[in-house]
């Protein structure tokens, strides 16, 4: 299939190449409202080959892209560890490129070309995050972990959110409601308070995104809460050492476990 996309690209981009060098050579240098060419725009009647070819080409893309939704799918369900991680940096970027080219749209409904700022903001935006998870995935000996990515992203949007509704709320507060007439005081308090807030709602909020986002990580730190907790009871060291290589197997899943203790001494 990549091939097959290669193809295609090369032949629209020479085919793009011939018809513009072309029309420069003919002094046909005619260009639309958006600077493109009149040949290649489709509003030359000379051109209407070039149209039919244009459709052919999309058509092939999107059977293309299909297919290779379709492999990935497939892949997706055989593969395991980093090939995994790899598909799901993939399918994230893809995610977000989609959300944003549902978004550009959206921003450019009622607009004659149905092109605004906002839309190729949104699409610039996506493109940027399409490649960088792309660029993450192709360094599979550098992966990130994605379930990490993923709840920290929910997780720092909540709580600037809450910081920035708690510092709004305050200045709101003390300039309006309690009539302070310098605002450089209520900016102060609310920089203090949301600076206070910030690590105990960090804290909260991520614990519940973990637990909905990273599971992983939500279970290693309750088993590893548990065994602090039972730790400060225990007394009998072979009993520690059979708690805590469990906790250990529990939290991380290591392929071995092994325990030194120094023989006399302190242990």
Known sequence: MLWVYAGIGLVWIAWTVVITVGAVIGHRVQVDSNGQLFLLSGDDPAAGWWNLALTVIFLLVAVCLVASLAGQVASWRRSSGERRQQLKWLAAGLAALVASAAIGSVAGIGTTSGVTAITNACLLVGLVAFSLCICVAVL????????RVISRTPGYAIVTGVLVGVYAGIVLLATEVLGFRHSTVAVAAATLAAAALFNPVRRRVQKMVDRRFNRARYDADRV???????????????AVRADLASSVQQALEPAHISVWIRAGGRR
């Open 224 to 238: 590893i809460a548990a065994f602090a907790a039972r730790l400060q009871d225990a007394v009998d060291l072979d």
């Open 140 to 147: 599979r000996y550098r992966l990130f972990d994605i379930d």
